[in-house]
C-alpha cells in the first residue's frame, strides 16, 4: 500500500543515521544557520521520528483509516513552522501517505534537516520522486495546512477562503501536579518543559500545582537540565526576564538555569516556567477550560503520563485536530 511505502522509506532514511556523516554534516548546518537547534536537540527529535515510524506503530496508524491504494491528482500546500528540527514533516508525511503531492514552504530556520530526510527517503523509495516541491509561495493546491501565530493565521484565513484548510494558531502545554510525583515523575516533568528549550507547542509553560507546595524537591529534580544555561541564546532569555521581574519587583523564584513566576497566563517565555495554585480539582477543570483553545496538553498523573509530552505518535496531531481525516476527505 502507498502509504506504508511512504512512512517505511522516511523510517528506513533515518536508520543509523547518528553515525552517518553525511547526516552529521546535515545537522551541523542546520545548528549554524539556526542555533536552537542544537545537535543535541536534532539527534533526539529524529530518534522521537524513528521509534515513532517503527513497522508496529505504522501498522496500528494505518488500521485507522482506509488509506488510498496509489496516488491522486490532488495538491497539499503548507507553511511550515521552524520553532523545533523538522517540525513540519508530520504534515508532509501525512500528505504523501493519503496520496497528495505536497508544496511545503519551510521556514528559513528549517530547511536543512527536511530537504536531507526528504532526499534520503526517495533513495529508499523512489516513486517519491517530485511528490513534494519545496516552494517561496503557495498557489494550485487543493488543501493547506497553516502553522502560525494567532496574529497570522487571520492573514491566513482571508488569503485561502476559497481553500479547504487546517490553520493552526499558538498553543502551549500544561502540567497538573498533586504533590505526591515521585523523584522520577519530577525529573520527567524537567524533559516536558526543558526539552528544545521549551521551544515547542507540546512544552510545558505552566503548572498548576496545590495550594502550600513546595517547590525545592521539585527545582532539586530538575539538575540534569543546567547545561541550558550555556545555551547563549536561551542564557540571553533568562537573563532578559529575570531583569523584567527584579525592575517590577515582581516575586519570583529563581533557580540559576530558570525562573518560576506565579501567573494565571498558560504561556511563559523562554527561560521562564509560570504556576498558579488551586484548592480543589474544579478550580483546575475550570482553568482547563478556559484555555481549552490554547492546550496543546496536558501531563500529569490523571493526564498524559509526565515526561512524555515530546514523545509523539503518527497519531498526535497538532491542535489536536485529525488532519489525516481532512485530507481523506478532501483527496
Aim: some cysteine; glycine content about 6%; aromatic content about 12%.
Amino acid at each position: 500500500m502507498l502509504s506504508k511505502k511512504v512512512l517505511h522509506s522516511f523510517y528506513q532514511a533515518l536508520l543509523g543515521f547518528e553515525e552517518d556523516e553525511l547526516w552529521n554534516a546535515v545537522l551541523a548546518q542546520a545548528e549554524i544557520k539556526n542555533p536552537w537547534f542544537t545537535h543535541e536537540n536534532a539527534t533526539k527529535v529524529l530518534q522521537q521520528w524513528r521509534a515513532s515510524l517503527e513497522e508496529a506503530k505504522i501498522a496500528s496508524f494505518m488500521e485507522t483509516y482506509a488509506f488510498p491504494g496509489n496516488a491522486s491528482a490532488k495538491t497539499l500546500g503548507l507553511i511550515m513552522a521552524g520553532n523545533i528540527p523538522a517540525v513540519g514533516m508530520h504534515d508532509v508525511l501525512m500528505g504523501l501517505a493519503c496520496g497528495y503531492t505536497v508544496k511545503g514552504k519551510l521556514s528559513s530556520l528549517d530547511e536543512d534537516i527536511p530537504k536531507y530526510w526528504l532526499k534520503k527517503a526517495i533513495e529508499n523509495f523512489p516513486e517519491l520522486e517530485g511528490r513534494v516541491d519545496w516552494v517561496d509561495k503557495l498557489n494550485g493546491v487543493d488543501f493547506v495546512v497553516v502553522t502560525g501565530s494567532d496574529s497570522t493565521a487571520r492573514t491566513f484565513e482571508y488569503y485561502f477562503r476559497e481553500t479547504p484548510k487546517v490553520i493552526r494558531k499558538n498553543r502551549n502545554s500544561l502540567a497538573v501536579l498533586k504533590g505526591k510525583e515521585s523523584k522520577e515523575e519530577m525529573i520527567a516533568l524537567g524533559e516536558d518543559i526543558f526539552a528544545y528549550f521549551g521551544l515547542g507547542c507540546r512544552s510545558v509553560t505552566h503548572l498548576k500545582v496545590p495550594k502550600g507546595y513546595d517547590f525545592k524537591p521539585l527545582i532539586e529534580s530538575w539538575d540534569g537540565y543546567h547545561d541550558n544555561i550555556h545555551h547563549n541564546k536561551y542564557a540571553n532569555n533568562y537573563h532578559y526576564h529575570k531583569a523584567l521581574l527584579l525592575l517590577d519587583l515582581d516575586p519570583h523564584i529563581d533557580f540559576g538555569y530558570g525562573i518560576l513566576h506565579e501567573s494565571k497566563k498558560l504561556y511563559s517565555p523562554v527561560g521562564t516556567i509560570h504556576y498558579s495554585f488551586y484548592d480543589s480539582p474544579e478550580e483546575v477543570d475550570l482553568f482547563i477550560a478556559d484555555h481549552s483553545a490554547d492546550i496543546q496538553c496536558i501531563v500529569g498523573q490523571d493526564y498524559l503520563p509526565l515526561g512524555t509530552a515530546q514523545k509523539t505518535e503518527l497519531w498526535d496531531f497538532a491542535d489536536n485536530v485529525d488532519t489525516v481525516k481532512a485530507l481523506l476527505q478532501n483527496a
